[in-house]
């Protein structure tokens, strides 16, 4: 099992920044891709970025140039740094992370979500 503990949500006002955190712990052998995910009131849950284990990005059009996402492979933390906050941007927020077990078998693991709330 693994667990991904996210902090770094909270309040903020538009044009402002955070930082998302996201921590794996557990029976790690390999992680995959990581990516963070956002849902919004009565909206499905989205795609924010992604990035694969070899450090390769990608992310939703409306926030390229704004988030950009990155991982630390020792300490198996991604983050997501969000500049230029927009309420649009008001969301929980959720890790998400791919790993690979010993044995070969593939994983999927959701953290508990964080709240990102943007005021205009």
């Known amino acids: 099992q693994v667990q991904l503990v996210e902090s770094g949500g909270g309040l903020v006002q538009a044009g402002g920044s955070l930082r998302l955190s996201c921590a794996a712990s557990?029976?790690?052998?390999?992680?995959?891709?990581m990516g963070w995910y956002r849902q919004a009131p009565g909206k499905q849950r989205e795609l924010v970025a992604g990035i694969s284990s070899g450090g390769s990005t990608n992310y939703v059009n409306s926030v390229k140039g704004r988030f950009t996402i990155s991982r630390d492979n020792a300490k198996n933390t991604v983050y997501l740094q969000m500049n230029s906050l927009k309420p649009e941007d008001t969301a929980v927020y959720y890790c998400?992370?791919?790993?690979?077990?010993?044995?070969?078998?593939?994983?999927?693991?959701w953290g508990q979500g964080t709240q990102v709330t943007v005021s205009s």
């Open positions: 998400n992370a791919a790993t690979t077990d010993v044995a070969g078998l593939f994983y999927n693991y």
């Open positions: 557990g029976s790690i052998f390999r992680i995959n891709a």
